[in-house]
């Protein structure tokens, strides 16, 4: 949002320099990005005053104009259509200098002489105006220096202005604060308009909203017997001070008003509109709209139109249509100021990617009661700078009525929150000089929000206002507010960060990649429907991820790239699909997954680096879970279609499944083009956390010895190791203390069908030491387990 300080001082006075304006601004919230001057980049530029004017004999386009420019009089040819004996106008002769390094030569043009030329506003960087000469008014003195003349330095001041604050996006609103500041009222501009006493509104236009949830309320009046033609030089220098390009006066009060007062209004032709009615309602289906810059949009029902008795003429809040443009033919002007739904014209606006200053302003919400004050501001605008009848009244729908808000605030919260001492005549001052209504009751106050202040919706909101007019800078540092200063510790996050530092300690880096991938991969990498985002950034992140593999696969890719071939990489995630049940309600599940390619290590001098396998990777799991304090894993071989046949397995604790792991196939490592083999596991995290204790238990070393038993069986070959353990804990007894596989063995000495497993078992008790007899029986009731569960043997 762009002012400039003789513009704010049109409606409040003030006497602070430029960068003390900023600073004040920046403290009420309104923060000041760039303080500029306005400068003129030409030399030698004098006024010179048309003494008469005759049309060239060759080219009846372009004239011959003496002018005078105080030392003497030149014949200069010029093609300007608003030449007229008796206008002052901008010289440039000859060696002057215009913008781009441009330099004044005599030339002769058909034959004529011309010695200098007559200047319009583009030609000297003023303004983009170019169809016409510049003309200035009856003070300028003939052979004066021009820029002497205009160069008032000027100076313009850039905000950023936070989506909460739609009322500052007019000078009025700025205002508005710096006169809170300084305990002053804002000096609104007049709007007695003129109005016609044989001109009635209700003659001229009916307006009917079908959908009223969309533009609550619209409003309009109308000015007939107008001259479209240039801007007068001050609203020229008004608007492109704060970068808006000038089009004709018509327009350019529109867009000086919407810059003054925040509400965007609109201008239509209203000899183009059909059956002189205007009709507000949502698009049909499919139905196409070329909008003022000639782009073709198609568009759904949802989108918001203003339409006249056959067809739509204006996109509303956004852009007006080509159908009913003021062109220099019109003569009668219908002027709209309406109020439309904020989220419909946001959408809107993203959907068919056009952002005006108009949709900027609707987006994040304009006054209810401001519409009529700006449109009678407008009209008599329009009717000073373009002429014209205002006929009487004007046409207000509104059918849905927005009321004030009305807020309780208690003075002992303000207190509370602000860490000050304000008494309730104090706290409502201050409100009453932002223009809220005040009214006392006992220790509270029942306030008036003010409809422009949109963003006003809880007590909160008003004790920030006192907060930022009473001044941050003033509250003492020292004094505690009586409210907790932390959060309560959350636990989850907690858990999330010991398996972080406990994955980080095993050699693994952390990344971060995007959630949003393209539907092929989310469908690459997952047996889940993908969830679809209706308006994607582009194509390759139009879909939320059903995985963390493709995010972490362009990293692998990305670096190895660049040489680096070794890389132990996790991210802990959510990941997005439909449910299996109830198609239309999307799951989020948060995941740890892990990812390791290459070599297991370094190369030594006293070792010899491997690349990389799935048990490395299997290792380093079950080693997380372990460091967590969970027992009772249990690993199932599996198949999924992404994952190494052989090379894929389920994991679960306490047969609850927690994830997979396994080995990329080489179709999906061709998806992302990646040569390597790369080992993947993901697991829910908040599956291991329902599992996790933060209860610790120390258990005394045992003073006991163990006796380890080997037991090797032979049992069918489709038989999981993890299934043959879990029954070897069942029928172990209270003494068995670790089950380790050490052998998977398949070859001559067993049946071509069969498989053989060997496993050290330890028995230990922490009470007496344990007897050969005793151990043998718990073996035997071990073996015949397996034999009664899986027909095993023992190996001879």
């Not at 952390?510 to 990498?525: G, K, N, P, R």
Request: hydrophobic residues 40%; charged residues 30%; proline residues 4%.
């Amino acid at each position: 949002m762009k002012v400039t300080i003789d513009w704010l001082k049109k409606y409040v006075d003030f006497d602070y320099t430029p960068n003390e304006l900023a600073e004040k601004l920046t403290l009420l919230g309104l923060e000041v990005d760039s303080i500029s001057e306005i400068k003129y980049d030409f030399e030698n530029v004098i006024i010179g005053e048309i003494k008469s004017v005759k049309q060239h004999a060759q080219k009846p386009n372009l004239s011959i104009c003496e002018v005078n420019i105080g030392s003497k009089s030149l014949n200069l040819v010029c093609g300007a259509p608003n030449v007229s004996p008796g206008i002052k106008v901008p010289v440039a002769t000859v060696g002057a200098r215009l913008p781009k390094d441009v330099v004044i030569k005599a030339a002769t043009i058909h034959g004529i002489e011309s010695p200098g030329m007559i200047c319009s506003e583009a030609e000297l960087g003023i303004s983009h105006q170019s169809d016409v000469i510049m003309t200035l008014t009856n003070s300028a003195s003939v052979g004066a220096d021009l820029k002497s003349y205009l160069n008032k330095g000027e100076t313009v001041i850039e905000m950023d202005i936070t989506p909460n604050r739609p009322d500052c996006l007019g000078v009025i609103g700025v205002a508005r604060e710096i006169a809170a500041l300084k305990n002053a009222k804002v000096k609104k501009p007049d709007v007695d308009l003129n109005e016609s006493n044989d001109l009635s509104i209700n003659d001229f236009i009916d307006v009917e909203i079908k959908n009223p949830e969309s533009c609550p309320r619209y409003t309009a009046c109308y000015i007939q017997g107008i001259k479209v033609g240039p801007s007068p030089r001050w609203l020229i220098q008004k608007l492109e001070a704060v970068g808006l390009r000038t089009v004709n006066n018509v327009v350019d009060v529109t867009n000086f008003v919407m810059m003054e007062t925040g509400q965007p209004l609109h201008a239509f032709d209203y000899d183009l509109l059909a059956d002189h009615k205007i009709i507000v309602k949502h698009a049909d289906p499919g139905e196409k709209f070329i909008t003022l810059d000639e782009k073709e949009h198609k568009l759904s029902d949802e989108r918001l139109m203003i339409c006249d008795g056959k067809r739509s003429i204006a996109l509303a809040g956004v852009m007006g249509g080509l159908n009913s443009e003021i062109t220099h033919d019109t003569k009668n002007v219908l002027l709209e100021s309406a109020l439309f739904e904020s989220i419909n014209i946001r959408k809107t606006s993203k959907l068919l990617d056009i952002t005006t200053d108009s949709s900027k302003r609707f987006e994040r919400g304009v006054d209810p009661d401001g519409l009529v004050f700006a449109l009678y501001r407008a009209a008599l605008l329009i009717q000073e700078t373009a002429g014209g009848e205002v006929a009487r009244g004007y046409f207000d729908c509104y059918p849905l009525k927005i009321e004030k808000r009305k807020i309780k605030l208690s003075i002992d919260r303000v207190n509370r929150l602000l860490g000050t001492k304000l008494n309730i005549d104090e706290a409502a001052g201050l409100l009453e000089r932002l223009e809220f209504s005040t009214k006392k009751e006992k220790d509270y106050l029942l306030v008036d929000v003010p409809t422009f202040r949109v963003d006003i919706e809880r007590e909160v909101d008003l004790i920030e206002e006192i907060s930022r007019l009473y001044g941050f800078d003033k509250i003492d540092p020292k004094i505690e507010a009586n409210i907790p200063l932390t959060l309560p510790v959350n636990m989850q996050e907690k858990f999330d960060q010991k398996v972080r530092d406990n994955i980080i300690r095993m050699g693994y880096n952390e990344i971060l990649t995007h959630s949003m991938v393209s539907l092929d991969l989310a469908e690459q990498f997952s047996v889940n429907k993908p969830v679809s985002i209706k308006n994607p950034l582009s194509e390759e992140m139009g879909t939320l991820r059903t995985s963390i593999i493709p995010g972490a696969l362009q990293i692998i890719k990305w670096n190895k790239n660049r040489k680096i071939k070794n890389q132990k990489v996790f991210e802990i995630g959510n990941i997005f699909y439909y449910d299996k049940a109830e198609t239309h309600r999307h799951v989020e599940q948060r995941k740890v997954a892990f990812f390791r390619t290459g070599q297991n290590k370094a190369d030594s001098w006293c070792e010899k680096a491997r690349q990389s396998t799935f048990y490395d990777l299997k290792g380093d799991v079950i080693s997380l879970i372990e460091s967590l304090g969970i027992s009772k894993t249990k690993v199932i071989l599996t198949e999924v279609k992404y994952l190494k046949k052989n090379q894929a397995v389920n994991l679960f604790i306490n047969n609850n499944p927690i994830g997979y792991l396994g080995a990329l196939s080489d179709s999906a490592l061709k998806i992302i083009d990646i040569e390597d083999d790369v080992f993947v596991a993901e697991l829910d995290i908040d599956q291991l956390y329902q599992h996790f204790s933060w209860e610790k238990k120390a258990n005394p070393v045992i003073k006991y010895p163990s006796i380890k038993r080997d037991l090797a069986i032979v049992l069918d070959h489709t038989i999981a190791e993890a299934l043959v353990e879990e029954k070897i804990w069942e029928a172990g007894g209270n003494y068995l203390q670790s089950v380790e596989i050490f052998d998977v063995y398949r070859g001559k000495q067993v049946a071509a069908n069969q498989k053989s497993f060997a496993f050290n078992l330890t028995f230990q008790s922490n009470e007496r030491t344990l007897t050969e007899t005793e151990v043998d029986g718990d073996l035997t009731k071990i073996l015949k387990s397996l034999e009664s569960q899986f027909n095993a043997r023992l190996r001879s």
